[in-house]
C-alpha cells in the first residue's frame, strides 16, 4: 500500500472537467508541499504541479492543484484524448524521512 | 542540454550486486539534491532514495535500507546507487531524478532520466 491514497481510475468525456484526489496524513501533505506527475506508457513522468498549485513553465492552465490539511487535489479541464495518462501526487513524507507517492490514478478520456 | 541519462542495468541473480550510474549534463549538479525512483513493471512510482547537494545526507526507503547505498561525484557530474544482495521484488526501472530547488531536499522531481531496467532473476 502507497503512503498517499489516489484513486485507481477516473474517467469523463473530452471538454470536461475532472479531478483527482490524493490523501495524505500529518507527517507528509499536511506540514510539506505536494507535487503532481504526468505518466504516459514507457516513458519518464513529467513534473504537472509543484508546492501545491504552481505550474512549471510550459504545463498549460488546465492543469491545477490545491491543498487543504491532509489532502491535495488535481484539477483538469478542457480535457483532451491526449490527457489520458496516469497521474501520482507526491510529497516529502517528515516522520519516514522519505520521499513518498500516491499508487497512481489512470485518466480515461472516454 | 539539460538531462540524465542513466545505464548500468541489466539482468542480475538474486543475491547478486549491481551499480546505477546517472550522468547529469547542463545543469549545475552540485548544487541539486538527487532522487532514485523506481517502478516495478505494471505498477506505480516507489521513491527509493535521496542524497543532498553535498553528499552529506542521504536518505532511504525501508525496503532497500542497508543493501542499497546513493552516493554522487560532483566532479564528474554523476549520481549512483550500488544495489547489494538483489531480491526479485528489486526488479523495475529505476529513474534518476533531479529536486527542483538548490541546496536543499523537496522531494520534488524536475527533471528525470529516461530510466533503466533492473531485472532480479535466476
Known amino acids: 500500500q502507497s503512503v498517499l491514497t489516489q484513486p485507481p481510475s477516473v474517467s469523463a468525456a473530452p471538454g470536461q472537467k475532472v479531478t483527482i484526489s490524493c490523501s495524505g496524513s500529518?507527517?507528509?501533505?499536511?506540514?510539506?508541499?505536494v507535487s503532481w506527475y504526468q505518466q504516459f506508457p514507457g516513458t519518464a513522468p513529467k513534473l504537472l504541479i509543484y508546492?501545491?498549485?504552481k505550474r512549471p513553465s510550459g504545463i498549460p492552465d488546465r492543469f491545477s492543484g490545491s491543498k487543504s490539511g491532509t489532502s491535495a487535489t488535481l484539477g483538469i479541464t478542457g480535457l483532451q484524448t491526449g490527457d489520458e495518462a496516469d497521474y501520482y501526487c507526491?510529497?516529502?513524507?517528515?516522520?519516514?524521512?522519505?520521499?513518498?507517492f500516491g499508487g497512481g490514478t489512470k485518466l480515461t478520456v472516454l | 542540454q539539460v538531462q540524465l541519462v542513466e545505464s548500468g542495468g541489466g539482468v542480475v541473480q538474486p543475491g547478486r550486486s549491481l551499480r546505477l550510474s546517472c550522468a547529469a549534463s547542463?545543469?549545475?549538479?552540485?548544487?541539486?539534491?538527487m532522487h532514485w525512483v523506481r517502478q516495478a513493471p505494471g505498477k506505480g512510482l516507489e521513491w527509493v532514495a535521496v542524497?543532498?547537494?553535498?553528499?552529506?545526507?542521504?536518505y532511504y526507503v525501508d525496503s532497500v535500507k542497508g543493501r542499497f547505498t546513493i552516493s554522487r561525484d560532483n566532479s564528474n557530474n554523476t549520481l549512483y546507487l550500488q544495489m547489494n544482495t538483489l531480491r526479485a521484488e528489486d526488479t523495475a526501472v529505476y529513474y534518476c531524478?533531479?529536486?527542483?530547488?538548490?541546496?536543499?531536499?523537496?522531494?520534488?522531481?524536475?527533471?528525470w532520466g529516461q530510466g533503466t531496467l533492473v531485472t532480479v532473476s535466476s
Open positions: 531524478a533531479k529536486d527542483f530547488k538548490q541546496l536543499v531536499i523537496r522531494a520534488v522531481f524536475d527533471l
Open positions: 547542463g545543469f549545475t549538479f552540485s548544487n541539486y539534491g
Open positions: 542524497i543532498s547537494y553535498d553528499g552529506s545526507n542521504k
Open positions: 500529518s507527517s507528509n501533505i499536511a506540514n510539506n508541499y
Open positions: 508546492e501545491n498549485d
Open positions: 507526491g510529497t516529502w513524507d517528515s516522520s519516514l524521512r522519505a520521499g513518498v
